[in-house]
C-alpha cells in the first residue's frame, strides 16, 4: 500500500522537501498546500480522517495529474523516437553520398596508369617498414611493462585501500547497526509511552464518569434526606393534631366520669327516677363505647406513626449505610456534605425518639384510663 503523503505527492510538487520527514508533518504540509476547508478533515495521532466525498475528490485530481504526466511522457517518447529516426535517415543519407561519391572517384582512377602503378607498388612499401613496426612493438611491449608495473603497483595500493576500507565499513555497519538498535529501543519506549498515555487518559475518563455518578447519587441522596425531613414534619403535625384531640377527649371522658359519679350518688336518692336516670346510664354508656372506640382508633394511628418511625429509622440506617460505602470510595469529594449529612440523620433520630418519647406516656395514660 503506497502511503498517503506519497500517493498524493503528485498534486503538491516540491512541497515536501528530500529526505526524511514525520509523516503528520507531511499530511499537513500537503493539505496546507491544497487549500482545504479545515472542517473537511481532522488529523489524528497516526491517521488523518477525511469528510465524505474529499478523498474522491483528491483521487479524481490524482487520476487527472497522472493523465497528464502520462500523456506528456507519451509525446515525449514520441519525440525522441522521431528525433532518432531523423538523424538515422540524415546518416543513411551521407552514408549513401560518401558512397556514390567514392563510388564516382573510383570509377574516374581505376584507369589511370599512375594509380595502377601505385596499387602495384604500395604492398613493396610494407617490406621495408617492417623493421620499422618491430622497433615500435617493442617499445609498445616495454611502454606496457612499465605501465603493467605501475597497475601493480596501483592494484597493491588499492587493494590496501579496499582493506581499510571494508574494515571501515565493518566499522560502520557495526556502528549502524547499534544505532538501529537504539533507535528500535526508542520506538519501543516511545509506544509504550503512547500505551500509557491512552491507558491515563482512559483512567481520567473512567474517574470523571466516576464523580458525575457519584454528584448525581449525592444529589439523589439530598432530595431523599429533604423528602424525610418533610415527611417527619407531617408527622410532627399528625402527632400534635392527635395529641389535641386526645386532650379533648379526656376531658370529655372527666365530665362523663363525674357525670357519672354524681349520677351514682343521686340514684340512691332519686330511687323514683331510677328508669330516667337508667336511660341516661345507657346514653352515658353508649357515649363511654363511643369514648373508648375513638380512643382505640388514636390507640390505632399511634400504632401506625410507630411503624412510619420504625421504616424511617430503617430508610435512614439504609442511607447511612450507603453514605459509608460511598464515602470509602469518594472520601477525598465529599467529605463536607458526609459530615453535615450525618449531623442531619442524627439530629433526625433524636427528633423521632423525643417524638416517641412524647407519645408513648400519652398512648399508655390512654388505654390505662379505658381500661
Known amino acids: 500500500m503506497i502511503p498517503p503523503d506519497r500517493r498524493y505527492e503528485l498534486l503538491t510538487p516540491n512541497v515536501i522537501p528530500k529526505g526524511f520527514m514525520d509523516g503528520k508533518l507531511a499530511c499537513e504540509k500537503m493539505i496546507a498546500a491544497l487549500d482545504l476547508d479545515p472542517n473537511l478533515y481532522r488529523i489524528g495521532q497516526s491517521k488523518i480522517f477525511f469528510r465524505a466525498g474529499v478523498l474522491a ?33 540524415l546518416q543513411q543519407l551521407n552514408a549513401i553520398r560518401i558512397i556514390q561519391r567514392n563510388c564516382a572517384a573510383y ?48 592494484i597493491g595500493e588499492l587493494e590496501k585501500k579496499l582493506q581499510s576500507m571494508v574494515n571501515e565499513k565493518s566499522d560502520l555497519e ?22 500509557r498515555k491512552v491507558e491515563l487518559e482512559d483512567m481520567i475518563h473512567e474517574l470523571q464518569m466516576r464523580l458525575e455518578e457519584e454528584v448525581q447519587s449525592t444529589a439523589t441522596l439530598t432530595a431523599e434526606k429533604k423528602r424525610l425531613q418533610e415527611a417527619v ?31 351514682q350518688e343521686d340514684s340512691a336518692v332519686l330511687e323514683d327516677s331510677n328508669a ?34 420504625h421504616k424511617n429509622e430503617g430508610t435512614i440506617v439504609e442511607l447511612e449505610e450507603r453514605l459509608k460505602k460511598e464515602t470509602e470510595v469518594g472520601v477525598l469529594f465529599f467529605f463536607p456534605w458526609f459530615s453535615c449529612l450525618s449531623d442531619i440523620l442524627i439530629s433526625q433520630q433524636q427528633n423521632i425518639l423525643f417524638l416517641l418519647f412524647l407519645i408513648s406516656p400519652h398512648i399508655l395514660s390512654v388505654s390505662g384510663k379505658v381500661f
Not at 63 to 84: E, H, P, T, W, Y
Not at 113 to 128: C, G, Q
Not at 174 to 195: C, D, F, I, N, V
Not at 287 to 301: H, N
Request: proline share 1%.
Open 107 to 154: 570509377l574516374k582512377l581505376r584507369n589511370w596508369s599512375w594509380w595502377r602503378l601505385y596499387t602495384k607498388v604500395k604492398p613493396l612499401l610494407e617490406v621495408t617498414k617492417h623493421e620499422d613496426k618491430l622497433l615500435e612493438k617493442e617499445n609498445e611491449i616495454r611502454h606496457m611493462k612499465d605501465a603493467q608495473a605501475r597497475v601493480q603497483v596501483e
Open 276 to 309: 330516667k336516670l337508667t336511660k341516661e346510664k345507657k346514653m352515658l354508656e353508649e357515649r363511654l363505647q363511643e369514648v373508648t372506640k375513638s380512643i382505640s382508633e388514636e390507640e390505632d394511628k399511634a400504632k401506625q406513626l410507630a411503624k412510619l418511625k
Open 233 to 263: 414534619q407531617d408527622l410532627e403535625e399528625q402527632v400534635e393534631e392527635e395529641e389535641s384531640q386526645r386532650q379533648k377527649l379526656q376531658i370529655e371522658k372527666s365530665n362523663l366520669e363525674s357525670k357519672m359519679k354524681k349520677v
Open 174 to 195: 557495526m556502528q549502524l547497526q547499534a544505532e538501529s538498535e537504539l533507535a528500535s529501543e526508542a520506538e519501543e519506549a516511545r509506544m509504550r509511552l503512547h500505551t
Open 57 to 89: 475528490q483528491l483521487e479524481e485530481e490524482r487520476d487527472m495529474k497522472i493523465s497528464d504526466l502520462i500523456v506528456n511522457f507519451q509525446a515525449c517518447c514520441r519525440g525522441l523516437i522521431a528525433r532518432r529516426n531523423y538523424h538515422k535517415r
